[in-house]
Nanobody, 125 residues
């Protein structure tokens, strides 16, 4: 079975930092693009950052450029999302997901077949 385990969320003050982790099992990691999505109450799920495991290319939403960094650890089958300078508007449930699309960086949630359970990030002002 394919499993994605997201962790690392929590409560942090504005300006603080968190690192989210997404541990994957049951899939050939290099064949997938791993995406981080977030969903705030009353809002649609949006792609925050993605990394193509085949060539290492990345995507960042405009709202997080310069503050979030996505990376991967091949040996651990884990993708990280380092978040700094957090803002209250970053508050959301963060999900990691895996897409088998290897051309370009998929940003639409429906292109991701596998999803982790989500981890809550709360940024207080």
């Amino acid at each position: 079975d394919v499993q994605l385990q997201a962790s690392g969320g929590g409560l942090v003050q504005a300006g603080g930092s968190l690192r989210l982790s997404c541990a994957a099992s049951g899939l050939t990691f290099d064949d997938y693009t791993i995406g981080w999505f977030r969903q705030a109450p009353g809002k649609e799920r949006e792609a925050v950052s993605c990394i193509s495991r085949s060539d290492g290319s990345t995507y960042y939403a405009d709202s997080v450029k310069g503050r979030f960094t996505v990376s991967s650890d091949n040996a651990k089958n884990t993708v990280y999302l380092q978040m700094i300078s957090l803002k209250p508007e970053d508050t959301a449930v963060y999900y990691c997901a895996a897409s088998s699309q290897r051309v370009g960086i998929p940003r639409a949630a429906n292109l991701y077949a596998y999803w982790g359970q989500g981890t809550l990030v709360t940024v207080s002002s």
